[in-house]
């Protein structure tokens, strides 16, 4: 079944323990972390990450949005990440390839994402050195709240069987717009794991929104 990775980006970060309390029922939390350089937003870092880990048994999937995410594996794997994943438009293919292999070293899963811009064979270098993870960005990142980037879906499709050829094994991620009737055609494409963070917390009843994004008939 699909796992669901709320994102904390539309937390209140006043109220961060109750709002990591209000999503236990999915799968993974997913952090947003935004450097204002790779990204025209700055989000959160490092002393966060430590914070929430000291509080949550739940799978940390720290998604970088930083230039040269490499200068930043270690600190984010001390503070307790459990996958971090680095944009293929963040710095050139050694220093990524070089992140990747300090997060073996660290015991960390490995991710790459991909901006909207960027073709799905990119990532068949990656996927042939071994991935745990690659995120297909929905929209343009920086800010949570957008419309879902339909025209991604060939993407998502083309990059699965990508992974069924080269690092069997690994999850396909979706974010970006992702809501119950969007989730849909991610799950369709052979998503595996769905990250939202405005259809969980902006939802009334939020254990029910993640069910809906599941494709729980709950929803
Ligand atoms: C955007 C972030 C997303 C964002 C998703 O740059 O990577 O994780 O929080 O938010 P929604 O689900 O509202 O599009
Ligand atoms: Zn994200």
Redesign the pocket.
Same mark, same amino acid.
């Given at each position: 079944m699909v796992k669901i990775a709320p %994102?904390i980006? %539309?937390a209140d970060f006043c109220r961060l323990g109750e709002d990591i309390q209000k999503v236990s029922s999915a799968d993974w939390l997913?952090v947003?972390v935004?450097d204002g350089m790779f990204?025209p937003n700055i989000s959160i870092g490092v002393p966060v990450v430590k914070s929430i880990r000291a509080h949550t048994d739940m799978f940390l999937d720290v998604?970088l949005?930083v230039e040269k995410p490499g200068r930043y594996i270690r600190a984010f794997a001390d503070a307790g990440a459990d996958l971090l994943s680095v944009h293929l438009e963040a710095d050139m293919p050694p220093a990524l390839h070089a992140a990747l292999d300090e997060m073996e070293t660290l015991g960390v899963k490995r991710g790459v994402v991909l901006r909207p811009i960027t073709a799905a064979e990119a990532v068949i270098p990656y996927l042939e050195r071994g991935l745990d993870l690659v995120l297909v960005?929905t929209?343009e990142? +920086?800010? +949570?709240?957008?419309s879902f980037m339909a025209d991604q879906l060939p993407k998502l499709a083309a990059i699965r069987s990508y992974i069924e050829k080269y690092s069997p094994g690994c999850l396909l991620e979706v974010?970006?717009?992702?809501n119950a009737e969007t989730a849909k055609l991610c799950r369709q494409a052979g998503a595996d794991v769905l990250?939202?963070?405005?259809?969980v917390y902006g939802a009334k009843d939020i254990p029910a929104a993640i069910a809906a994004l599941r494709g729980d008939a709950r929803g």
């Open positions: %994102s980006l %539309s997913h947003d935004m990204v998604h949005m960005m929209v990142p +920086g800010f +949570g709240g957008q974010d970006g717009g992702v990250v939202a963070g405005s259809a």
